[in-house]
Nanobody, 123 residues
Framework: QLVESGGGLVQPGGSLRLSCRTN????????VGWFRQAPGKEREGVAC????????VYQDTAKGRFTISTDDTWTTVDLQMNSLKPEDTAVYYC??????????????????WGPGTQVTVSS
């Protein structure tokens, strides 16, 4: 089971750090991704990482502003979000599937999902 934390309300230009963890074991040898879904829109990828080789994939909306990371304890996968914009407002989900190579940052590839955490960017 995956659990997200760190969502909340932030002003435009601000930062948030989301964390994803599993209730049992760790996330070694998984592809872990952050996805988001805004009201009335499809779920979209934000950033993904392989906890096997630490390779990353960023969607265009995240490049230069967001950073996905983990460490060699593989207990959490974090998403550091900077320079947040109102259009970043969405429910953010953590997801995972077993893999050792560069992740496929497509929701259809992922088997395990967290319940989501709300991120609201507003003044």
């Amino acid at each position: 089971q995956l659990v997200e934390s760190g969502g909340g309300l932030v002003q435009p230009g601000g930062s948030l750090r989301l964390s994803c963890r599993t209730n049992g074991g760790n996330l070694h040898y998984f592809a872990v991704g952050w996805f988001r879904q805004a009201p009335g829109k499809e779920r979209e990828g934000v950033a993904c990482i392989s906890t096997g080789d630490f390779s990353t994939v960023y969607q265009d909306t995240a490049k230069g502003r967001f950073t996905i990371s983990t460490d060699d304890t593989w207990t959490t996968v974090d998403l550091q979000m900077n320079s947040l914009k109102p259009e970043d407002t969405a429910v953010y989900y953590c997801a995972a599937y077993r893999a050792t190579t560069e992740p496929i940052c497509d929701p259809l590839a992922f088997d395990y999902w967290g319940p989501g955490t709300q991120v609201t960017v507003s003044s």
